[in-house]
């Protein structure tokens, strides 16, 4: 198992950037998947950006974000990011990072989580 912890949220204008970090402790060595999710009130918890263990870490994005948005690992550091740029008043949520060794897609389905670092975003 793992233990995630994000950090890095914050207020942002539009037109900003943040940089959301999650660090990774625990069995580290396994092949996870690692992924980014955000969550509204009253909403459901939508995937944002997922990376794999394999193929050269190929990732994917939500189109929302996609082209706005990056996500990256630092295996040194055991630590996952999602770097946004060019932020909306609509990625405004709470950020989770999640992990889990099978691969979930966009779906919620992972078994570790954090416990999200809030994003907002002022028009």
């Known amino acids: 198992q793992v233990q995630l912890v994000e950090s890095g949220g914050g207020s942002v204008q539009a037109g900003g950037s943040l940089t959301l970090s999650c660090e990774i402790s625990?069995?580290?060595?396994?092949?996870?998947?690692l992924a980014w999710f955000r969550q509204t009130p009253g909403n459901e918890r939508e995937g944002v950006a997922l990376?794999?263990?394999?193929?050269?870490?190929?990732?994917w994005y939500a189109a929302s974000v996609r082209g706005r948005f990056t996500i990256s690992k630092d295996n040194a550091k055991n630590t996952l990011y999602l770097s946004m740029n060019d932020l909306k008043p609509d990625d405004s949520a709470m950020y989770y990072c999640?992990?889990?060794?099978?691969?979930?897609?966009?779906?919620?389905?992972?078994?570790?989580w954090g416990q999200g670092t809030q994003v907002t975003v002022s028009s």
């Open positions: 625990g069995d580290t060595g396994r092949d996870w998947y």
């Open positions: 990376m794999s263990p394999f193929s050269s870490y190929t990732r």
């Open positions: 999640a992990a889990d060794l099978q691969n979930y897609g966009m779906a919620p389905g992972y078994d570790y």
